[in-house]
């Protein structure tokens, strides 16, 4: 066990378009770490088990209409009301791979056609990830795996806009993996990285807030 008393564990997003592998990816991660004698915890948004994300899980099923700045604020809150259990964990040693974050909130309300600005402002002051994994894999070639098409969102037009609201969003804490090769390839490249992430934070560097 390499847990080491007062130090804390990294904040790694996984971000990409549907199909991507995001989840998958996600649970491997967390897997390696805990064997490698890294605590580890998998976080996903939206995290539909809450009250408000039972409603952005209802809104996704077309079981609802939202307005789009209201869906937007609710994907929002539902990260706002995680933050201060997530802070507790980093600071206790857990490494956090939270599936989804604010840049895909920002990056599928924006295409939608609503400013970016407006988009980004109420997730402001979150924790901020020391690291961002994306996924990349063209539209075309995710809308041909498993499973595409039952949930809003998951349209090929719709899905390139999103890749291109991504592209904006990309800042010096991303890094862009290539999410073409098989699930083993792709797994141990994101592990290598990440452990490097996991030892940088554990000796000492500290949390920050996003979009600020
Ligand atoms: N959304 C939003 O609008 N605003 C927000 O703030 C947030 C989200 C947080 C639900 O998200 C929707 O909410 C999402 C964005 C929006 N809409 N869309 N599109 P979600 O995370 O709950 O759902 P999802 O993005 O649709 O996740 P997913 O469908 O589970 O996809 P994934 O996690 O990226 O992929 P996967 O499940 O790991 O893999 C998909 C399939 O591909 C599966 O059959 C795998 O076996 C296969 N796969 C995976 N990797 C490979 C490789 N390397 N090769 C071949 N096949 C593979």
């Given at each position: 066990d ?10 790694v997003?996984i971000?990409?378009l ?7 990816q ?12 890294y ?5 996903r ?12 899980s ?14 937007h604020l ?7 009301e995680?933050r201060?259990?997530?802070e ?34 109420p ?7 020391d ?8 539209p ?6 498993g ?29 862009i993996?290539?999410a073409n090769?098989t699930?083993?390839d ?18 000492g560097?500290?949390l ?5």
């Amino acid at each position: 066990d390499k847990s080491k008393s007062g130090s804390r564990g990294a904040l790694v997003v996984i971000e990409g378009l549907d199909r991507c592998g995001k989840t998958s990816q996600s649970s491997r991660l967390v897997k390696n770490l805990d064997e490698l004698g890294y605590p580890a915890e998998l976080f996903r948004f939206p995290d539909r088990n809450t009250v408000i994300g039972q409603m952005i899980s209802s809104y996704l099923n077309s079981d609802s209409q939202l307005d789009d700045r209201t869906i937007h604020l609710l994907f929002s809150a539902n990260r706002w009301e995680k933050r201060s259990l997530m802070e507790s964990k980093l600071q206790s040693g857990i490494t956090l791979i939270v599936d989804r974050y604010a840049y895909s909130g920002v990056a599928f309300s924006s295409a939608k056609g609503l400013d970016i600005e407006w988009c980004k402002a109420p997730d402001m002051g979150l924790l901020a990830p020391d690291l961002v994994l994306y996924l990349d894999i063209s539209p075309e070639k995710a809308s041909e795996r498993g499973g595409y098409g039952g949930e809003r969102y998951e349209q090929l037009e719709f899905q390139k806009k999103v890749a291109q609201s991504y592209q904006v969003l990309q800042d010096a804490s991303w890094k862009i993996i290539d999410a073409n090769r098989t699930v083993e390839d792709v797994e141990e490249h994101m592990r290598d990285i990440v452990l490097d992430y996991v030892k940088t934070c554990r000796n000492g560097k500290s949390l920050s807030q996003l979009w600020l």
